[in-house]
């Protein structure tokens, strides 16, 4: 969805930089997050994902997705609940709770890949 807005030479740069993927395992790991990155942004935000995304957003995304501790033990994210729900309708999260780091993690860094 995202290739379609961008000029024919940013397209076709994206996509070859995918067809450089060392294996098949990755390209698809790609395209799920960054599947999940337009998805969290539309739900988010109310709109569709534009590049360059501001750092805000990036830390926003963060937040709402990496546990930390707010009591006698208590972990909680920020992740609004009705744009989880919406992200376990759109199946491209599994399960409801926060995301493990390296999970965040990878997909902050196919975010930085894509840009």
């Known amino acids: 969805a995202v290739l379609e807005k961008l000029d024919a030479r940013t397209a076709e740069a994206v996509r070859d930089l995918f067809a450089e993927a060392a294996a098949e395992n990755t390209t698809r ?15 988010r935000y109310g709109v ?7 750092p805000e957003h990036v830390i926003t995304f963060i937040m ?17 609940p009705e744009v989880e729900r919406g992200l376990l ?9 926060p995301l ?4 965040v993690t990878h997909r902050v860094a196919v975010l930085s890949t894509a840009h």
């Open 29 to 43: 790991s790609y395209r799920a997050a960054l599947a999940y990155w337009e998805a969290w942004y539309r739900l």
């Open 48 to 54: 569709e994902l534009t590049y360059p995304v501001t």
């Open 64 to 80: 709402d997705h990496v546990p930390r501790q707010v009591g006698d033990g208590v972990l909680e994210h920020q992740l609004p």
């Open 89 to 97: 309708e759109a199946q491209v999260k599994k399960m409801a709770g």
């Open 100 to 103: 493990r780091l390296t999970t």
